[in-house]
């Protein structure tokens, strides 16, 4: 098996249960319920809790994919590095850039989060446009430089502020359900049913497709933490457990609070208290905080949104930051990333380079419209499809020569993978087409194309552009040799049968 570079990062600076943290925290539980309950509701219905659990299968199978070859080949670089070594060089730069391209643009819309947020907790009507700016520098450069602090401190971060985010989703949960057993509800909200878990209860395919659709998304960021194996305690094995029980654990919480939204708010799209209510459905949490805690319920609200949005940003600029210390150490882009700051043992060049790009695109795309900000969450998908697939498909394919000897490998290395593949191959196609209508999204559209789709397509095809400079300027990387292709060695199979 080819040996993977070090690159300086600090073995056993994170431990596992941070890893996993890590993870809990990219996938922003709090700011991604705020908005998929209301809309997922709507679209879905009671059926809302059955449909976050069929949906969360394609992702099962991909974080089995980052399992396995995080086990077998743990690395900073994950789908990029997986990717050129089970595909070829330029699967890997564009599973690299992907997965580069979602964490930026994830941080344009976190940034618009906070700033909402601000709003709420200031009290005030409207942000002045320095302000707005003010609070966006504010947050990049804070989430930034907590990341280039260290490994050590910036998961211990990430934990305090994941923790504190947990424990107002639990408070809330809590609430709900002594509401929900006092039958002290909303008039128009049906009782709990166990036909919400029922999927032949869905009432149509456009309807679970609909779901499917803005669930699959919010699962999104279990990987953080996978991209952070070089840095944590244990065996590669270990890390690359950090990954499924991260998406474990955000399912289970997701499926908690959507059953206890629907059966103390219900959907009524005529009751000003429904998670469907037109003024609530970009805001669920915090309609469901202010109904059961009071006035004050919107600033608490917004407080644990922002923490949410906080530690998100925290946890994909560390892996996104190291997706890009590996692509240059493997002389994918300019060598200049691949330094390491010998005090921090962090990417720092990587690391700020990220917090500027996403302040810079936040304030261009603010000045043009934050209605196209709004879009960029949407646009994501068409990154994280691709990046998940290519990694997917990487598992398959390096594994495919050695599974097949155990029905048990064959499943979880390459049927499962493939099905995941195929699934998000699928999702992100029939997303492109509705993204692709003039009409899809906030921001209209240029040229009679959906601004949403220029967005998140046109950026996914520009890293070929990128790709091609960077294959003019070293094209070591683009020959095989930094990292060669390869397949899993019997060896390996066998040691890793035996420790299972």
């Known amino acids: 098996m080819y040996t993977l570079e070090s690159k300086g990062l600090k073995k056993g600076a994170i431990s596992r249960s941070a890893a996993v943290m890590i993870g809990l925290a990219a996938t922003a539980p709090a700011y991604s319920l705020s908005g998929a309950l209301g809309y997922g509701a709507a679209e879905s219905g009671y059926q809302l809790p059955i449909i976050f659990i069929l949906s969360v299968i394609p992702m099962f199978f991909v974080a089995l994919s980052y399992k396995h070859l995080t086990t077998s080949s743990p690395d900073s670089g994950t789908v990029f590095t997986w990717g050129a070594k089970a595909l ?8 690299g850039w992907a997965m580069f391209l979602a964490s930026i643009l994830a941080g344009v819309t976190a940034t618009q989060v906070i700033v909402n947020m601000t709003v709420v907790l200031l009290d005030i009507e409207q942000m002045p446009q320095w302000l707005n700016f003010v609070v966006a ?3 990049i450069f804070s989430t930034t430089y907590l990341a ?6 910036s998961s211990r971060a990430t934990i305090l502020l994941t923790l504190f985010q947990f424990s107002g989703l639990a408070i809330l949960a809590s609430v709900l ?21 029922d999927p032949f209860s869905i009432p149509s395919p ?16 279990f990987d953080a933490s996978l991209a952070m194996s070089e840095e944590t305690k244990g065996n590669s094995e270990q890390a690359g457990r950090s990954g499924v029980i991260a998406i474990l654990i955000t399912v289970v919480i997701y499926v908690v609070l959507a059953t206890l939204a629907l059966a103390y708010a219900g959907i009524d799209p005529k009751d000003p208290l429904s998670l469907t209510f037109s003024s609530n459905i970009d805001s669920s949490i915090t309609v469901l905080v202010t109904d059961v805690i009071g006035s004050h319920g919107a600033k608490w609200a917004a407080l644990i949104i922002a923490i949410s949005a906080f530690s998100a ?23 200049q990333f691949a330094k390491i700051d010998p005090t921090t043992c962090t990417p720092k060049l990587a690391t700020w380079t990220i917090g500027s790009m996403t302040l810079v695109i936040y304030g261009i795309l603010s000045l043009v419209s934050e209605a196209i900000i709004k879009d960029a969450i949407h646009s994501v998908s068409i990154a994280v499809c691709t990046y998940y697939t290519i990694a997917s498909l990487s598992c398959a394919n390096y594994f495919y020569p050695t599974a097949l000897r155990h029905w048990r490998t064959t499943l979880s290395q390459v049927i499962f993978p493939i099905l995941g593949a195929i699934t998000l191959m699928v999702i992100g196609t029939i997303q492109a087409w509705r993204m692709f209508d003039p009409h899809y999204g906030a921001s209209g559209s240029i040229g ?28 070591t990387f ?23």
């Open 88 to 95: 070829g060089p330029r699967f890997g730069w564009l599973g």
């Open 137 to 139: 520098v504010a947050f």
């Open 148 to 153: 280039v602090l260290g490994a050590k401190e």
């Open 177 to 197: 359900f002594f509401y929900i057993l006092q039958n002290d509800v909303i008039s128009t909200a049906e009782s709990f049913s166990w036909t919400w878990f």
């Open 206 to 221: 456009d309807i679970f497709l609909n779901g499917f659709l803005i669930a699959l998304f919010i699962f999104w960021g």
């Open 313 to 335: 940003t925290m946890s994909t600029i560390m892996p996104a930051a190291r997706i890009v210390l590996a692509m240059a150490s493997y002389r994918a882009i300019p060598i």
């Open 448 to 475: 009679g194309i959906g601004a949403v789709f220029l967005l998140g397509v046109a950026t996914l095809l520009f890293g070929f552009f990128v790709m091609l400079l960077c294959n003019l300027h070293e094209a």
């Open 478 to 500: 683009f020959c095989g040799k930094t990292l060669p292709k390869e397949r899993a060695s019997l060896d390996f199979s066998i040691h890793h049968s035996n420790k299972s």
